[in-house]
């Protein structure tokens, strides 16, 4: 875990699609379309992910290792069976957290500059 | 749905097939959700979006990740990618170098706006030999006012001054010209202004325009040099402007142009031929119209002139194309030879890429069965041999750039453009487009053969039967080609040698040897008078002979070689006074001058100190000239009429290459220089020193300097330098030439040596299985040598029979450069075709040896 984290600190900050991707997967597994439905309701509407974004930072993803394909299937009436299912990984897990830790920072970095209200 | 499918196709293939149904999918359910044609048009709109940046961006992470893959292939094949880099970038930086001087000399145009408009004329007297002769200020009064063709028309002659009253005094050349000179060019000067017609007046103030070197060496780049008045053959001449610093006219290092006046006298003589004259088209007007037009115009004055004008024609070349034919196929010659270098490089770079794709046969093998597309691999292995040809050209343009100061000496005098040719964009674009063919255009051919094996190998064990055969085609056509190319190059540098030499051993007909010559331009009207200027001779030439080690020294018109023409026509006694007798060059000599220089006298005397105005008017010839005047006889006590004078032969001496090593001349005449007329033939008044002494000129020089400047200190000495300097000069333009291709094919020769070594082993290598087979079956190492070597003697037999008919045709194209030399030269021929055979034997030597020591068992066993 610790070799992990370390070199999640490499990895970011993430590019935004790539952090929502990891989000969304944290849930739990799922395939390219569901991830962009994810996305969207997440968000609210305001982050809507292009096919190519999204397939583009899947690809970036498996090859850096923060996420896999995975061979287990849902619900089988629910799947489709071209169709394919992505997993984070523990290293994804990582570099996402690290990203939140990241963001956090520079929200607590704002608030204490008196640019954004601190949370009552 | 297709209109989608279109947009997927911006992608590269390997993401298309592993994501494209996906996307297509996730496409086709966001476009049932929209609704509302407005909805779908967004929908679309942001898909078109998408797919035009990701796809950028996926392009991008496979470059990077291609040229870092790449450059850890390369890295892990330092021997591979140092020679594949080396081999193609001496190619580009050969042909760029060689390029950029030819597009610099004859392609681009020259530094005028709309130079493609601007025409020279001459007067063309064909009939006696001379096609571009300079014209009469009558001829040239004539042609102005008649063509029509023309939107300007000006007259320059070349003009050297000397330059006193600042600082020491300096030689300086440039030209007298018309003043609409600068409106026919369309150029302004940088500071002050231009000479006018004002300036061309015969009684106006004597005015003078300045380079832009001349004002920042002399004087400092003062901006209130307009007005100050310079002292040009010590006549004040007042600075009206200084021309800007790329102005180089007639040619470079022109320092002083001056308004040149005609007085109605000057009109006179229609045979007193010396100006240049340069002129522009008019808008629509072709260069045949205005040709055709000259035509007619000149045969206007030859009839209203008969006699002056008798034979007299125009010639209308374009400015462009004021340049000597052999320069023009020196650097042609020169660009092919380093295109033939380039050639060699890019098949070795490519036998290279070939070699290394089909020996990493296994690796894209194995990459293909773990799902690497055929599409991926091409890509990478272009990538790879676009990496090999990017080195390759930044070799290539350092090459190009360090063989800079060599290549200016290429670029002819005589052009009013600059020296160094400029190392600009042009140059880097054509470094890139030759990189990038090389790198495509070699990178292609082994990464579609690697693309069709690796489809191959998933079906096969062993795809090497069917493949081997085209690669083994490839290969014999690139060893083909190499050996071609060396031939070619061969032939072409050792025909050119053979002309050098021919040239160096020509008897210039004196010996410059312990000769130093110098130049002392004595300067009207101060030395007007023919006893004022002798008194300067007798005294530097009585003080020179009295200098310790120097035995001879004379005065003379011009030297060979620097001046080529300055002819006058002859009439022989007892002839009427036209042009028909022919021509002799004209020289005013002082005694001893022939001692001086190693001319041998065969006949009669030398001048005399006792040939002045007051006794009777003599001649020394040259040996050609009693030949063609009095074959057969005696020329000594013969009369002829020759610079307006009579004249009797006093005596004959050994003729002279006055045009230069490579040029027929004319018959010699020399005259005394006490028989000059007091103000006549001003430009053929002795200037030349030459000095034949034992002791080395640099002890010889202050001495000399000293003499002068006691005799006259405004005089400035100029153009010093040992004869073998001017004897050297004339041929040096040719020794570079030779030079350079000869270097050019040693290189192409070693490249060519090194691949076919290359291509060689490796067919030895690729077929030892073969061979494995065929000594156990009984094959004697003799026949397996037989058949390697007599493999690569049939290529080598290939490839010389058609070098050597490429050659023949080089040969022949070339032949203005060869002096003389058959462009059939047998020896030529046999010697590069037999070192040709000979390279491609010791390439092929080596690689026999390794075959014959293949281990039957073991090759058979190694798959």
Redesign the interface.
């Known amino acids: 875990m610790q070799d992990a984290e370390l070199a999640a600190e490499d990895r970011i900050p993430l590019p935004p699609a790539t952090f929502h991707i990891l989000l969304s997967l944290f849930e739990e597994d799922r395939h390219g379309y569901a991830i962009l439905q994810d996305v969207g309701r997440r968000t609210r509407g305001a982050v809507k992910l292009g096919a190519g974004t999204l397939y583009r930072s899947i690809q970036r993803m498996l090859e850096q290792g923060l996420i896999e394909e995975t061979t287990e299937r849902p619900v089988p009436e629910e799947d489709d069976e071209r169709r394919r299912y992505y997993r984070i990984t523990p290293r994804g897990t990582a570099v996402a957290r690290a990203e939140a830790r990241r963001l956090a920072g520079l929200v607590e970095l704002a608030r204490s500059s008196g640019l954004v209200p601190r949370r009552a | 749905m297709r209109l989608y499918g279109f947009l997927l196709r911006l992608?590269p293939a390997s993401?298309r097939a592993?994501?494209g149904?996906?996307?297509r999918?996730?496409?086709a359910?966001r476009r049932r959700e929209a609704d509302g044609p407005g909805a779908v048009a967004a929908l679309w709109l942001?898909?078109a979006?998408?797919?035009a940046?990701?796809?950028c961006?996926?392009h991008a992470?496979l470059l990077r990740q291609d040229v870092r893959y790449a450059a850890r292939a390369l890295s892990r094949a330092p021997g591979f990618a140092a020679t594949a880099i080396l081999v193609a970038g001496v190619g580009i930086g050969a042909a760029t170098a060689s390029y950029s001087v030819l597009d610099h000399v004859l392609v681009r145009p020259l530094p005028f706006p709309r130079a493609d408009r601007l025409v020279d004329l001459w007067e063309n007297d064909t009939v006696h030999g001379y096609g571009r002769t300079e014209l009469s200020p009558a001829n040239y009064r004539d042609w102005k006012s008649a063509s029509r063709s023309f939107e300007g028309m000006a007259a320059f002659t070349n003009l050297s001054a000397n330059l006193a009253g600042e600082g020491a005094p300096e030689r300086l050349d440039g030209a007298g010209a018309t003043p609409d000179l600068f409106e026919v060019l369309r150029v302004h000067a940088a500071l002050g202004r231009v000479l006018t017609d004002a300036d061309g007046r015969p009684a106006a103030e004597k005015t003078v325009l300045i380079s832009d070197a001349l004002w920042r060496r002399r004087f400092g780049a003062d901006p209130g040099i307009l007005g100050r008045k310079v002292l040009l053959d010590d006549a004040p001449h007042v600075v009206v402007g200084v021309m800007p610093a790329d102005f180089r006219f007639p040619a470079r290092g022109s320092d002083v142009w001056t308004p040149l006046r005609f007085a109605a006298s000057d009109y006179e003589d229609r045979g007193d031929c010396y100006l240049r004259c340069v002129a522009r088209l008019k808008p629509g007007v072709s260069i045949e119209k205005a040709r055709a037009e000259m035509r007619l115009v000149a045969a206007q004055l030859e009839r209203a002139y008969p006699k002056e004008n008798r034979n007299i024609g125009a010639n209308v070349l374009r400015l462009r194309d004021e340049i000597a034919p052999e320069s023009r196929w020196l650097l042609v010659a020169l660009f092919g030879a380093a295109a033939g270098v380039l050639l060699i490089g890019c098949t070795n770079l490519a036998s290279l890429l070939l070699a290394r794709a089909i020996g990493r046969r296994k690796e894209l093998a194995v990459r293909t069965a773990m799902g690497a597309g055929r599409e991926r691999l091409m890509r990478q292995l272009l990538t790879e041999s676009l990496v090999l040809a990017a080195c390759a050209g930044a070799v290539g343009v350092l090459l190009a750039a360090a063989a800079g100061p060599l290549v200016t000496r290429l670029v002819p005098n005589a052009l009013p453009i600059a020296e160094n040719p400029p190392l600009d964009l042009r140059m880097l674009a054509i470094a890139a487009v030759l990189t990038a063919a090389t790198g495509v255009g070699f990178g292609v051919v082994p990464a579609r053969r690697a693309g069709r094996e690796a489809a191959l190998a998933n079906l096969h064990e062993d795809s090497r039967a069917g493949a081997g055969r085209a690669s083994e085609r490839l290969r014999a056509a690139l060893v083909v080609a190499e050996v071609t190319a060396s031939i070619v190059l061969l032939v072409s540098s050792g025909l050119l040698l053979r002309a050098l030499w021919k040239l160096q051993r020509t008897d210039p007909g004196f010996r410059s040897e312990g000769v130093l010559s110098l130049r002392t331009v004595l300067p009207m009207p101060r030395y007007e008078k023919t006893e004022v200027r002798q008194r300067f001779y007798d005294r530097v030439l009585t003080q020179a002979r009295a200098l310790p080690g120097v035995t001879h020294a004379g005065y003379i018109s011009f030297l060979p070689m620097v001046a080529r023409g300055m002819i006058q026509a002859v009439v022989l006694e007892g002839h009427a006074a036209d042009r028909d007798d022919g021509f002799a060059s004209m020289r005013f000599v002082t005694p001893d001058y022939f001692a001086a220089l190693g001319i041998p006298l065969k006949a009669g005397r030398d001048v005399a100190p006792t040939d002045t105005a007051a006794s009777p008017f003599v001649a020394v010839v040259s040996e050609s000239f009693g030949r063609r005047y009095w074959p057969g006889q005696n020329a000594l006590g013969r009369r002829f009429r020759f610079g307006q004078a009579e004249r009797t032969v006093v005596g004959v001496v050994g003729d002279v290459r006055v045009r230069g090593i490579e040029r027929e001349s004319e018959p010699q005449v020399y005259l005394p220089s006490r028989q000059v007329p007091d103000a006549g033939f001003i430009g053929y008044f002795p200037r030349d020193l030459v000095i034949r002494s034992a002791v080395p000129a640099a002890t010889l020089l202050p001495e000399l300097r000293r003499i002068v400047a006691a005799a006259d200190p405004l005089l400035p000495i100029s153009d010093v330098r040992p004869l073998s300097d001017v004897v050297a000069s004339d041929t040096a333009p040719r020794r570079i030439q030779a030079r350079a291709l000869a270097a050019f094919s040693a290189l192409a020769l070693a490249l060519a040596a090194l691949g076919i070594h290359g291509l060689l082993s490796f067919t030895v290598s690729q077929r030892a299985r073969e061979i494995g087979v065929r000594m156990a079956l009984g094959a004697t190492p003799r026949d397996i040598l037989e058949m390697i070597l007599g493999r690569s003697a049939l290529l080598a037999g290939g490839g010389a029979l058609l070098g050597g008919v490429l050659a023949l045709g080089a040969a022949f194209a070339m032949r203005a450069l060869l002096a003389g030399v058959s462009p059939a030269d047998g020896a030529t021929f046999l010697a590069a075709i037999g070192l040709a055979i000979a390279m491609t034997a010791a390439g092929s030597l080596v690689s026999a040896v390794r075959a014959v020591r293949v281990d039957p068992v073991a090759a058979i066993r190694a798959d």
Do not use: H
């Open positions: 992608y993401f592993e994501y149904e996906e996307m999918r996730v496409f359910r942001a898909a979006v998408d797919a940046a990701n796809a961006r996926t992470d």
